[in-house]
């Protein structure tokens, strides 16, 4: 119920600012692209790492109004579904390979103050601090049997520095804080006798991209690096589990994601 009112939530936001955008401010990019995912728990209890990895594939719209007052300000969303490879273990640490599906939406708004001017004279690019804040919410569901689905919904920030050089190119990279997260694991289907809400805690990771678009062309090439980084939950007690300890935690865990968009702006 969370991650569809989560879901709901981000798609309202981004159509709304959209739509009630003026039509002489409008600079909107649709972009479709691949995605290598990866997420690694690390738990001290079991024999070997948790590993998921393999391929996911989006949509997404963005949009900016550029250049106002030094600011470029902008809204985007992006849906993504996969089905990835999992080499694991399930709830009782026995190796387990299997596949994980992943569906999701998230929706950020960003702004970049730029610092300086481009001049048509120098070869030197803008330069300018990113900000952005956002929210990504995904069912993960591993398709076996011991299997189970869990859903995340996750607040974040970013800090970085931004570069452009006209319409030729731009990058950014920084630092990703996750400051608030929400996991539910849906647990009742492999023997215990509650679902567990947990709220596994932030810790910062990196991003960064690149565009560069050939030129006379409506479309633009991206590709980015993203990631989070989690330190472990407090552990939630359970009354009726498959083993003891009776309680469950979200152990350490790390996703990276490194991905090639292809953008048509309208």
Known sequence: ???????LAAAFIVFTILSESRADDRDFELNSGIEYFSWREFISSCPQTLEERGPRFFVGL????????????GVKGKAYVGLVYYDGFDVSCSPLSATTSYLGLTAEADAIRWLN???????????????GLGFDAWRRTILASGGYSEDYVVGFGRLGLAAEKGNAWSAEAGVKYPFTTSEVAYLTGVGYSSNASLNPKGKYSYFANLRFQPSESQYTWLIYYDSYRFDASDSVPISACPSTPCSVYQPVSHQDTVGVALTFKH
């Open 1 to 7: 119920m969370q991650f569809n009112r989560s879901v």
């Open 117 to 131: 001017s481009e001049s048509s004279e120098t070869s030197f690019p803008r330069v300018g601090i990113k900000l």
């Open 62 to 73: 963005d949009k900016t109004n550029r250049d106002n007052a030094g600011w470029d300000l």
